[in-house]
């Protein structure tokens, strides 16, 4: 189950080679996501989550133009603070979809994932 973003990139090549060295792979990933796209090396199993893709994007690019906001500190730490607060309540929604989606958790159970 993999975590989007950079760290999708490096397991990327990792899945790529155990693919080589003959094995199954399957990836769990959420439908909205920025760079866990399907491929020939690996089985996708997606789940639908209760957010779009513009607002995905919406918080990257807020968190983005948060950091380099001029103004004092404080005020862009606040701000700061409040947009990771909304991305790691989105991360929890992401996670928590996935583990009551009940029909993509029997799969992963009967394959023994």
Same mark, same amino acid.
């Given at each position: 189950v993999p975590v989007d973003g950079s760290r999708w990139l490096s397991m990327r090549e990792v899945l790529d080679h155990l693919r080589q060295?003959?094995? #199954? $792979?399957v990836v769990?990933?959420? #439908? $909205?996501?920025i760079q866990i796209k399907p491929s020939e090396n690996f089985i996708m199993k997606m789940y639908p989550i209760p957010f779009t893709k513009e607002e995905l994007?919406?918080?990257i690019h807020s968190f983005s133009r948060d950091v380099f906001e001029e103004g004092s500190f404080l005020e862009r730490f606040l701000k700061v603070f409040r947009r990771l607060k909304s991305i790691s309540a989105n991360n929890l929604s992401v996670c928590?979809?996935?583990?009551?989606?009940k029909e993509l958790v029997r799969y992963l159970e009967e394959s023994k994932f």
């Amino acid at each position: 189950v993999p975590v989007d973003g950079s760290r999708w990139l490096s397991m990327r090549e990792v899945l790529d080679h155990l693919r080589q060295k003959g094995h #199954e $792979i399957v990836v769990v990933a959420p #439908e $909205i996501n920025i760079q866990i796209k399907p491929s020939e090396n690996f089985i996708m199993k997606m789940y639908p989550i209760p957010f779009t893709k513009e607002e995905l994007d919406e918080d990257i690019h807020s968190f983005s133009r948060d950091v380099f906001e001029e103004g004092s500190f404080l005020e862009r730490f606040l701000k700061v603070f409040r947009r990771l607060k909304s991305i790691s309540a989105n991360n929890l929604s992401v996670c928590a979809h996935l583990l009551y989606n009940k029909e993509l958790v029997r799969y992963l159970e009967e394959s023994k994932f």
